[in-house]
């Protein structure tokens, strides 16, 4: 018998895309397609109930932390809000459902080929019966708001399908269904009418989602048949299709119907549209290495990979698909991209949330650097809709004012849901989204957005510190608990297996974590130098100042490695996939190349000890991306590829998709029955490559310091910097030549620009290109 697993896995190896709001994977089968519907605001299964004050078990945690019983302490708010009845969960993404086209029975195809124009979110699936060629082409308009589907094939009157829409995976096995799914079965309503078709399905909410084609023929009949559309001998079909969610369906469907009738323009004049916008924001930055074998199919990448070869066409593509990936899952005014994108294809979805301890992050890290800014709305938009419940997180957890932005969120709500010590206890949340808020202005240098929005967001998150931590006997912050996330001290190591970190097995409730201290230090240092540039906060300054000075210094281990807890109880742990305790080199900025050898090679040494073999097995996708992240700051190249070429032996799917983990077992990641989705690596990929390329700070512009020596020669851009500065780069190695483009888009400026070891003042007049050249 199948494992229940196997009947969901296609959908996986699809080809995605998306506006933003509206997602699409489409299978690529000749005789049966599918093509996966899915929508950023459909979710449902979520429990949202009032939390309990239990702010007063705090000082009780505390104590037992400092009488050396973590172990105690570990369990005494979750155990808590366990004996106050407190039931809540996260709600789930929702696929809306599954069309199908059904051709008449093949008799063999040949010369078959599914492909994907990232530059346009455009999807193709084309293939030969006999003399005859078939295609069928996909996006999902920005502009339009519908997505847009045409058959054709080369001979007239040869197109002859079933049109249906049904529940995701409906065809699955009854046993291996959920009770979510039957329910959804059971109200599911599809049939077709004229030339549309209807499908409509209720939510666990008692509230209907689902969709309305309508269908034009060149050619041919359409008919009407057990809740499908039958098509025959037409020439050419043309689909447009709009999804609802939370509404009634009598009511949108005849919405939807009426906005689809009004559409009379045709498929290349919907794509055009389209594809100015997806490709205005695709080509906002552009990457190319001149790779010889771009015209190669994903699979020969992979094997190249296999065999240890990491092939430059693979790289510039792992980019473009990242690329593609985030402007197609998320757009102003929507919501932020999560785990799963807008491609989720599973009903009990692990870990398909908004996780803050990392994974939001890194989807988004590429955003700024890769000259898309706006991308980024969307996660202030979400934080800011929350901020009730996370000023009542910080209050009934703790009694402290401000903000507590738990790691793992939902659309639905910002309150603490999940109960797991290593969820409570982690306290950076707001200051790790506040870093966004910080670099959103510095890139962009939007005032208004300085002072309506990233300040008050800073003040927030200083709030909570201010009334969190407390100050030891030697004048210094104390953290306590802290958390340093997902890792337990090697003193309390139990069982490390990612099914103990799962069930709460391990003891991660620690004191003084270093991320801890670093983000609270960037948050201060942020208000009190950008409060004076906006005029706010005049009275808070001195405060924040002498806060900054109570932070201790940071700790190093026996073997020169920055500590993980700056607290003689917790001994450091290495066998793990976080790099929490970097967090001052990156994605902080607050050491560099630049800083002195003593207080940067502790953080060099940390990324070597969580970066060498005897770490593998503890890996996993987004892990490799976060340790290339690290070493690209440190401009060391030839380390970040190692990361690529682990990542492209274990975790890449053939359509390029990234899931966590490797589901063979090939030993260079840790161990699951079954690797789970994420494309938080496939957008990692994207800051590496950015990061490898250009590292900005106010004032200073480092260029072409993580260049590997196999990037022989290259361009890109303009990618972003602080300061509203785009920049371009082409160099080639071998005439040992760069020429490095500078443009402040918006003031005149001065800054450093670093190429080796070459340091230039530049002055830059605003709107006005300098180009300069370098000899490597």
Known sequence: MYPSSFWGAKWKEAIPVGNGVVGASVYGGVYKETVLLNHADLWTQGITAELPDVSDKLRSTRELLAQGKAEVADHVIAQSLKDAGYNAEHALPLPLGDLHIIMDQSKGFEDYSRTLDMETGEVSVSWLEGRIRYERVLFVSRSDDVIIYELSCSEPDHISCILKFDVHGNGEPEQFKTALERSLSESKQSYGEDNYLYYAVKNDNGMDFGAVARVELDGGSI?????????????????????????????????????????????????????????????????????????????????????????????????????????????????????????????????????????????????????????????????????????????????????????????????????????????????????????????????????????????????????????????????????????????????????????????????????????????????????????????????????????????????????????????????????????????????????????????????????????????????????????????????????????????????????CNDWRDMGLTFEMPAAPFQIDANMGWCAVVQEMLVLSSPGKIRVLHALPQSWSQGKAGPMLAHGSIEVTLEWDLSNKEAQVELCATKIDQTIELIVGDQRTKIELKAQIPSVFKYEL
């Open 223 to 659: 008919t009407n048949k057990n809740g499908s559309l039958q098509i025959q001998e037409a020439n050419r079909v043309l689909i447009y299709i709009r999804l609802f969610v939370n509404g009634a369906r009598q009511e949108c469907w005849q919405e939807l119907k009426s906005g689809l009738n009004s559409m009379t323009s045709d498929y290349f004049t919907l794509l055009e549209r389209h594809a100015s916008e997806h490709s205005r924001l695709f080509h906002a930055m552009k990457f190319n290495l001149h790779a010889p074998d771009r015209d190669r199919y994903n699979e020969e990448y992979l094997m190249d990979a296999y065999k240890g070869k990491q092939s430059l066409a693979l790289m510039e593509k792992m980019w473009s698909f990242g690329r593609h990936l985030l402007i197609s899952s998320t757009r102003e005014g929507g919501q932020p991209c999560h785990l799963y994108g807008l491609w989720c294809g599973e009903y009990n979805a692990l870990w398909a949330f908004h996780m803050v301890n990392l994974n939001l992050q890194m989807i988004y890290w590429q955003a700024l650097s890769g000259n898309m800014p706006e991308l980024l709305l969307p996660v202030f938009d979400y934080m800011e809709d929350k901020l009730e419940d996370f000023r009542t997180n910080a209050k009934r957890l703790f009694g402290c004012r401000g903000i507590f932005v738990p790691a793992p969120t939902t659309p639905e709500s910002g309150l603490l849901k999940i109960t797991y010590p290593h969820i409570i206890h982690w306290i950076s949340g707001a200051g790790w989204i506040a870093q966004f808020y910080v670099k959103y202005y510095q890139y962009t240098l939007d005032e208004d957005f300085l002072r309506q929005r990233t300040l008050p967001f800073l003040y927030e998150t200083a709030l909570f510190y201010e009334d969190y931590f407390t100050i030891g006997e030697d004048g210094f912050i104390v953290i306590s608990p802290s958390i340093s996330p997902e890792n337990t001290p090697s003193n309390y190591v139990k069982q490390s297996n990612l099914d103990g970190y799962e069930s709460g097995g391990v003891m991660e409730t620690t004191m003084n974590a270093t991320m801890d201290y670093a983000v609270a230090k960037e948050v201060w240092t942020s208000l009190v130098n950008l409060a004076p540039i906006a005029g706010m906060y005049g009275d808070e300054v001195a405060k924040w100042n002498e806060m900054l000075a109570r932070i201790p210094a940071y700790q190093t281990n026996e073997d020169g490695a920055i500590r993980e807890w700056m607290h003689p109880g917790f001994d450091d742990n290495d066998q793990h996939r976080h790099l929490a305790h970097i967090y001052p080199l990156f994605p902080g900025s607050e050491i560099d190349m630049d800083s002195p050898p003593g207080q940067y090679n502790p953080f060099v040494k940390a990324v070597d000890n969580r970066a060498n073999d005897r770490t593998l097995r503890e890996q996993c996708a987004w892990s490799f991306m976060y340790i290339a992240n690290a070493y690209a700051r440190m401009g060391k190249g030839e380390e970040v590829i190692k990361s690529f070429e682990k990542l492209s032996k274990a975790n890449l799917l053939s359509n390029l998709f990234t899931l």
